[in-house]
């Protein structure tokens, strides 16, 4: 049993006991979330889409911690004009575990 959920603008497929790092959510660790915006539910090869939204479906987690991404160099350059400048920065995530779809 798998679904299609929308945390925070993104999609992401989950399953039972599975652990995703979505965009980092409001909350402190180890308290429970709910996401509402479910978009398809796969059980056991019967398929429910929803248009865009499937009606009383959640799919709730836990919040295991929050993390921090790999960094990423912002570099920028003009040619022959002496303009240099390298910034970078880490996006910050939320580790969750999937514990119920329904």
Known sequence: ???IVEIAGKQFKVAKDQYIYAPKLEGDVGTAVSFDKVLLVDNEGTIDIGAPLLSGATVSGKILEHVKGDKVIVFKKKRRKG?????GHRQQFTKVQIENIG
């Open 83 to 87: 303009y240099v400048v390298k910034n």
């Open 1 to 3: 049993m798998y679904a």
